[in-house]
């Protein structure tokens, strides 16, 4: 290749180059980016749930009649949602949560494993008793406002009872179950006295 060659090659390289800087500041002449004041992206966070700040729901139905027809079985299958946080064994390790072996009518916030409860959690103080657990697994951020738990809650009496079932069954020695003491039936209206014959 001769020298001539040799320089129109190297020719049209330039002037491709020097083409392709002329339309690069054009468009950027034409198509000037604005700059955000705050450099980053804005990401969306969902707000907090209402039903959490929501004071919690009283459960419709005393836990001693929904506790005589609940089904441990069902409790144990229902609990299985609690395995990513939790673990039900005797001596099994704290998770995000703390082990639940032999929860039920234990001092709430007492030292589990080491496991570090939330403030809330011990500042609400008192025991696991079946009222407690079943007012506190409808809705646990209501029930205790600032508790680290982020479970939603079961809404579902029965099935909340099932699972409270299951957890007494996680102990050496399950406590006794609260006695069914069902609603106060409505008083029947009173019968009108019968009229006084007439004379």
């Known amino acids: 290749m001769n020298s001539f060659e040799l320089n129109k090659v190297l020719g049209a390289i330039l002037g491709t180059c020097l083409i392709l800087l002329a339309l690069n500041i054009g468009a950027g002449a034409l198509f000037a980016p604005t700059k955000p004041a705050k450099p980053g992206f804005a990401i969306a966070v969902k707000a907090e749930n209402e039903a959490a700040k929501a004071p919690a729901k009283a459960p419709e139905k005393p836990i001693g009649v929904l506790l005589a027809s609940a089904n ?107 006695k069914a003491e069902a609603a106060a039936p409505a008083e029947a209206p009173k019968a009108a006295a019968p009229a006084a014959p007439a004379k």
């Open 72 to 178: 441990v079985d069902k409790g144990k299958a229902t609990a299985k949602q609690c395995a990513a946080c939790h673990t039900f064994e005797k001596g099994g390790p704290n998770r995000v949560g703390p082990n639940l072996w032999n929860i039920v009518e234990d001092e709430r916030g007492k030292d589990r494993g080491g496991f570090n409860f939330s403030a809330a959690m011990k500042a609400k103080g008192g025991e696991w008793s079946y009222e407690e657990l079943n007012k506190f697994l409808t809705n646990p951020r209501g029930y205790i406002p600032g508790t680290a738990m982020t479970f939603a809650g079961i809404s579902n009496d029965q099935q909340r009872a099932d699972v409270i079932a299951y957890l007494r069954t996680l102990s050496d020695s399950p406590k006794p179950l609260p």
